[in-house]
């Protein structure tokens, strides 16, 4: 590794972890931080990554966190924890993590941003083979800056929304938005996988678009992420493109889709219980599996039934111990604290403790 340097800061004052590389050398200092999280966090540096169990020649499989995004008191990025953030996640599990979709509350920062955030990721070490990040954005222009920026960091793949607001698009424009983006962007060796979220993008990849998508552009499209949140899309999709990696966004839809051929979750919820999902994911059908599918509905539907995004923010809040985690980007607010004591108390009942003993 090195002079390459790993620095975990801001978690909760005075906490501070330091990772060298040089001789794998450890620096701790900590008061009030949940100890897991710095084991977590430690024990990622000095392993090497984790793949999971392959479809056909790709990797692209298992649990892949959509990533909450900390949000500074100045409204930006916050790069430092949300690095802290990505290291925990893939000790815990995750195949990779994928910045900046919805969860990530993508749409509300800028291409600048979102490139400057990543770049801070990789200066602080961060092993962005890991990193799938989100391409959100109805310019062609700016997701081929985006999609520029995520090949020549060396990240794993970039997920795409189509071009949001027109939703009388046609199919060849959506392929014409696409042809633009990557000439912009040069034409880069990255895969490419689709976000099919029709709820707010208000496009559908349909199997007649994917198509069209792979057509032109071949086996550079690898995979399709499916949040609509229904079994029969995921499946059509799986059975319909058996050379795709096709991930569901709900942890719900994740057993059943993988009987049918799907690769796994793209989802939110491995913001928290990533440990869980990977259980899952790698024994859908074993004998005791029913308490984590009923532990992960649960759950899904607290966070869904409270502001989706803002409630998983509240409980990384209180997880971690640093209410900086609760912040979102305007238009959104943070999660009012009597909702917030509601998800914290089913998620409880599932048995995973929110608020740790100080």
């Not at 024990?43 to 966190?65: F, Q």
Request: aromatic share 6%.
């Amino acid at each position: 590794m090195g002079a390459a340097h790993f620095l975990l800061s801001g978690i909760s004052s005075p906490a501070k972890v330091s990772a060298c590389f040089d001789g794998w050398t450890l620096q701790q200092e900590t008061t009030d931080v949940n100890s897991d999280v710095i084991t977590d966090c430690i024990s990622v540096l000095t392993r090497p990554i984790r793949r999971t169990k392959p479809l056909a020649n790709s990797d692209l499989s298992g649990i892949i966190c959509a990533s909450v995004t900390p949000v500074s008191p100045q409204f930006s990025i916050d790069a430092g924890r949300l690095a802290m953030h990505c290291t925990r996640l893939l000790s815990q599990g995750c195949s990779f993590v994928s910045t900046f979709g919805t969860t990530g509350e993508g749409a509300s920062f800028s291409t600048n941003e979102k490139i400057a955030a990543l770049r801070a990721l990789a200066d602080a070490g961060a092993d962005m083979r890991s990193q799938i990040p989100s391409v959100m954005t109805p310019s062609s222009d700016e997701a081929g800056r985006m999609i520029a920026e995520i090949a020549a960091l060396g990240c794993r793949g970039a997920l795409v929304l189509p071009p949001f607001y027109y939703a009388s698009a046609s199919e060849e424009g959506i392929v014409a938005f696409f042809e633009r983006a990557l000439e912009r962007a040069g034409h880069p060796d990255l895969d490419i996988l689709l976000y099919n979220i029709p709820q707010f993008s208000r496009i559908t990849f349909t199997p007649s678009l994917v198509r069209k998508l792979i057509a032109r552009f071949g086996d550079r499209i690898v995979g399709i992420k499916d949040s609509t949140g229904k079994l029969e899309s995921g499946v059509e999709l799986a059975e319909g493109f058996p050379q795709l990696s096709i991930f569901t966004g709900d942890d719900r839809v994740l057993p059943s889709l993988l009987a049918r051929g799907g690769a796994g979750m793209i989802g939110g919820m491995p913001n928290v219980f990533s440990k869980d999902l990977r259980a899952l994911y790698e024994a859908p059908g074993a004998e005791g599996s029913a308490p984590l599918k009923a532990n992960a509905a649960t759950r899904i539907e607290a966070v869904d039934g409270n502001g989706a995004l803002l409630a998983l923010k509240a409980v990384l809040a209180a997880f971690y111990k640093d209410k900086e985690w609760a912040r979102a980007m305007p238009p959104l607010m943070a999660l009012a604290p009597e909702r917030a004591s509601v998800v914290f108390d089913a998620i409880e009942g599932t048995g995973f403790a929110v608020r740790t003993a100080a």
